[in-house]
C-alpha cells in the first residue's frame, strides 16, 4: 500500500487501530433508517444528544441481541448522561422484530437496509461476514462529532467499559 493511501486511510477510519477506540473527531454521517418501532428515524432526530450506535450482524447473531440486553441494563446510566443507545442491523423488520420479543429487548433497532450508513461508518466486513458489519459501536457526542469507535471481535463488552471507554466524551 503506498504513502497515500495509507495516508487515506487513516483519515478515513478516524485513525483508529485495529481494536479501535478514541479516534479524531469528525463529523457523523447523516442517516435516515426504517426502525423496528415503527416509522423512519434520522440522525437529525438525535441532534443535542449523545448516541451509541450499535452495529451489529443482527439476526443468526444471539451473541448480538445479548449484547444489547447488557447494554438495556445500563438504562439508568445511559439516561443520567442523556445517551441514545441506537442499534443497527441489515435484517428485514419483521425479522429483527422476532428476534427483539424472543429476547425481551425493548430498544427499538434501526434497519440499514442497502448497507449504506454501515458502510458510511466503515463497520461492514469488521466481523465473520464481508457484507455484514462485525460487533461494533460508534459514538457520537452532543455535537454531533464521531469521538469513539471500536469493534469487539468477542462480540461482547460489558456495559461498564464501553460506557466507561465513552464517559470522556459526554456532553
Same mark, same amino acid.
Given at each position: 500500500?503506498?504513502?497515500?493511501?495509507?495516508?487515506?486511510?487513516?483519515?478515513?477510519?478516524?485513525?483508529?487501530?485495529?481494536?479501535?477506540?478514541?479516534?479524531?473527531?469528525?463529523?457523523?454521517?447523516?442517516?435516515?433508517?426504517?426502525?423496528?418501532?415503527?416509522?423512519?428515524?434520522?440522525?437529525? +432526530?438525535?441532534? =443535542?444528544?449523545?448516541?451509541?450506535? %450499535?452495529?451489529?450482524? #443482527?439476526? *443468526?447473531?444471539? /451473541?448480538?441481541?445479548?449484547?444489547?440486553?447488557?447494554?438495556?441494563?445500563?438504562?439508568?446510566?445511559?439516561?443520567?448522561?442523556?445517551?441514545?443507545?441506537?442499534?443497527?442491523?441489515?435484517?428485514?423488520?419483521?425479522?429483527?422484530?422476532?428476534?427483539?420479543?424472543?429476547?425481551?429487548?425493548?430498544?427499538?433497532?434501526?434497519? +440499514?437496509?442497502? =448497507?449504506?450508513?454501515?458502510?458510511? %461508518?466503515?463497520?461492514? #466486513?469488521? *466481523?465473520?461476514? /464481508?457484507?455484514?458489519?462485525?460487533?461494533?459501536?460508534?459514538?457520537?457526542?452532543?455535537?454531533?462529532?464521531?469521538?469513539?469507535?471500536?469493534?469487539?471481535?468477542?462480540?461482547?463488552?460489558?456495559?461498564?467499559?464501553?460506557?466507561?471507554?465513552?464517559?470522556?466524551?459526554?456532553?
Amino acid at each position: 500500500m503506498g504513502a497515500i493511501a495509507l495516508v487515506a486511510a487513516f483519515f478515513f477510519l478516524g485513525g483508529r487501530g485495529p481494536s479501535g477506540g478514541e479516534v479524531e473527531p469528525t463529523e457523523a454521517p447523516a442517516f435516515s433508517m426504517p426502525s423496528t418501532a415503527g416509522g423512519d428515524v434520522s440522525s437529525s +432526530d438525535y441532534a =443535542g444528544r449523545n448516541v451509541l450506535l %450499535y452495529f451489529n450482524e #443482527g439476526v *443468526g447473531c444471539d /451473541a448480538c441481541f445479548y449484547q444489547t440486553i447488557e447494554l438495556e441494563k445500563a438504562g439508568a446510566e445511559l439516561a443520567e448522561k442523556d445517551i441514545a443507545l441506537v442499534p443497527v442491523v441489515m435484517n428485514p423488520v419483521e425479522s429483527v422484530r422476532g428476534e427483539l420479543g424472543r429476547f425481551g429487548i425493548t430498544t427499538p433497532y434501526l434497519i +440499514d437496509v442497502d =448497507g449504506s450508513v454501515s458502510e458510511a %461508518y466503515g463497520v461492514l #466486513g469488521k *466481523g465473520m461476514h /464481508a457484507d455484514l458489519p462485525g460487533h461494533g459501536f460508534v459514538f457520537i457526542d452532543a455535537t454531533g462529532q464521531i469521538r469513539w469507535q471500536k469493534e469487539y471481535p468477542s462480540m461482547y463488552a460489558s456495559a461498564s467499559e464501553v460506557l466507561g471507554a465513552i464517559d470522556g466524551f459526554v456532553q
